[in-house]
């Protein structure tokens, strides 16, 4: 695993334990943060004797940093049937095992929840900083084909800690609107990435003329079309509408989201990410 | 329309036409969620005709195989035209020119003439029911009332065969007499006899002919092929003492028919042509309104379903090469 996810947090974390984003905690770091009195924070090496003179207390004044706090990082999966059409499956396993591995290098505990009807123990790994075990969960999800719908994303804020996390939405969205503002609000406490997983056999690649028989992977419901380019704009178009409604979906809850239709790749994530945090 | 069909039983397997409604008979693609799919009319139209197709290709396949056929009818009709009965000479002597000699490259015989001026008679009397019979020794019963013209033509054309020895020509008229027995009496009854010949009429069948005319109201035309240098119909006898039927039996035979009551007409042809007037001028007489039952046999359908049901499964087919699996 050559490449790493560049993440970083436009707020501060509450962690308490050292690692490579900004947090609350005061202690070894570069960036001033205030003047504390020297009975709070006993370091004489940091005493800054012009606040100390101009404190009219006359006592003295210790200038603290910033620490660099760890985070958790969750990916919360779609495991429902639609995500095994095409390469979903095969996107899913090369970005969580990217994202563990980023994880680890920014010194980050990685956990993942995985969602299908419901949230099952087995597809739920808790946030921890073992490589070994996200593989073997790899493996595992390799072997999995997925069934049923997605409604277990709506439980999966009960499996987040507490304190604010940086959460990988990772989905292809193919369920009701209202579903996934009823997500969005659970997880309002989090720092939520929304990727949209598409895939281009979904809708462009589909051909201009021919009969095609169409069977939904959750509900098995059987629809065949009389594919002429016509038809397929309208297709397209449908994607398109699909697109903007999910934009101004997850803009309102104050997050990008990013579409990914065109194979994964984990350069346009960390392009997406930088334009995140600038 | 009357339609039956020969087993019954197979028609159990139309319940198979229901098949095209549970499956679509096409291999299905996955879609990760359908109700992003806009709904489109023409898809489910042409869904709808290709269900339909289905089902009517296997309906047709059954209907062929329970044998479907639409049975025996009969419609009545009207048209102008006549019951006609050919009464045709088969002695030898027809097989002669109208010179008397054996036919050769130039001249056609008087039974060859016949053939081919009533074929064309038949060919123009296209509302007639028209009989065939024709005598020489004995009468034979060739083709009885139809409005069948190829069965007609068939059977005049039959005459082609070598012709036999006498001339017997009462019981041939009997036998077309008869032709008319349980007919319904419309339009005008014809007796069209041909004949190069007579023969005398004993006194019995005398009696029995005056009756049956006047009974079954038949019109008699005589065409007589004269041939050279023998009797005519109208010849008088240059000598009282040969004014008797055995020797001039033409003569006779004539009286009779005059004698008869009913409508009567003799023409007397001594070439091809004269026989083409002849024949013309009945043609243009018998027109009277008459109305007849024209039978429809029994029509056998299952061809029809299986190439229905065939030309159905080559559309279905080029529709499954037109299909897309991805």
């Excluded at chain 1, 999966?156 to 609000?185: I, K, M, N, T, Y």
Aim: net charge neutral.
């Amino acid at each position: 695993m050559t490449e790493t996810l560049h993440y970083r947090l436009p707020w501060q974390s509450s962690s308490v334990y050292p690692g490579a984003h900004p947090g609350q905690m005061i202690g070894a770091g570069q960036l001033f943060k205030r003047h504390e009195p020297l009975i709070a924070s006993p370091d004489p090496r940091r005493i800054d004797l012009r606040a100390s003179v101009l404190d009219p207390f006359s006592s003295y004044r210790v200038r603290v940093y910033q620490q660099q706090s760890s985070v958790n990082v969750y990916l919360i999966a779609d495991m429902s049937a639609s995500m095994g059409y095409a390469d979903k499956q095969q996107t899913l396993l090369r970005f969580l095992l990217t994202a563990a591995a980023s994880a680890f290098d920014y010194g980050d505990k990685f956990g993942f929840i995985g969602c299908t009807e419901r949230i099952e123990h087995r597809w739920l790994l808790p946030a921890g900083q073992h490589f070994g075990r996200v593989s073997a969960l790899a493996t595992q999800l390799e072997r999995l084909s997925f069934t049923g719908s997605a409604n277990g994303l709506q439980n999966a804020v009960a499996f987040l800690p507490a304190e604010r996390s940086l959460v990988f939405l990772l989905s292809d969205c193919h369920f009701p609107l209202p579903q996934l503002r009823a997500v969005l609000g659970s997880l309002q406490a989090h720092d939520v990435i929304p990727l949209v997983l598409w895939s281009q056999d979904e809708y462009a690649a589909l051909p201009n003329w021919g009969l095609i028989s169409f069977q939904d992977m959750e509900n098995n419901a059987t629809r065949t079309l009389f594919m002429r380019p016509a038809l397929r704009q309208k297709i397209i178009a449908a994607y398109q509408q699909r697109q903007h409604d999910l934009k101004h979906l997850f803009r309102a809850f104050g997050c990008e989201p990013l579409f990914i239709t065109e194979g994964y790749s984990t350069q346009a994530i960390n392009r997406y990410l930088q334009q995140r945090t600038a | 329309m009357n339609l039956a069909v020969n087993s019954p039983w197979a028609l159990s397997g139309l319940l198979l036409a229901l098949l095209p409604l549970f499956n679509s008979g096409m291999r299905t693609s996955p879609a990760p969620w359908l109700t992003l799919m806009p709904g489109d009319k023409l898809s489910v139209f042409v869904i709808c005709c290709l269900r339909l197709c289905a089902m009517a290709a296997i309906a047709g396949l059954v209907l062929g195989m329970a044998g479907l056929h639409r049975t025996e009818q009969s419609r009545e009709r009207i048209g102008h035209g006549a019951h006609i009965v050919l009464l045709l000479d088969r002695s030898s002597s027809m097989d002669n020119t109208f010179a008397g000699r054996a036919p050769n490259g130039s001249d056609e015989s008087k039974a060859t003439a016949a053939r081919r001026l009533l074929t064309d008679f038949v060919e123009q009397r296209q509302n007639d029911l028209i009989g065939v019979a024709e005598y020489s020794t004995s009468p034979l019963f060739v083709m009885p009332l139809t409005e069948n013209k190829n069965a007609v033509q068939a059977a005049i054309a039959a005459t082609a065969t070598p012709a036999l020895g006498f001339t017997h020509v009462s019981k041939g008229l009997g036998m077309a007499i008869s032709f008319f027995e349980q007919q319904p009496v419309t339009g005008s009854r014809i007796v069209l006899l041909v004949s190069d010949g007579a023969a005398a009429i004993d006194h019995d069948s005398e009696v029995k002919l005056r009756e049956w005319f006047r009974k079954q109201q038949v019109r008699l035309y005589w065409i007589f092929l004269r041939t050279a240098n023998s009797p005519g119909i109208f010849d008088q006898p240059e000598d009282s003492r040969d004014d008797n039927a055995a020797a001039m039996p033409e003569r006779y035979l004539h009286k009779f028919f005059l004698g008869l009551g009913s409508p009567y007409q003799a023409y007397e042809a001594e070439s091809p042509d004269a026989l083409k007037q002849a024949i013309a001028d009945i043609n243009r007489l018998e027109n009277l309104p008459m109305h007849y039952v024209e039978r429809i046999p029994k029509q056998d359908l299952s061809g029809t379903c299986y190439s229905i049901a065939s030309l159905l499964l080559l559309v279905l087919l080029g529709v499954k090469f037109f299909e897309v699996k991805r």
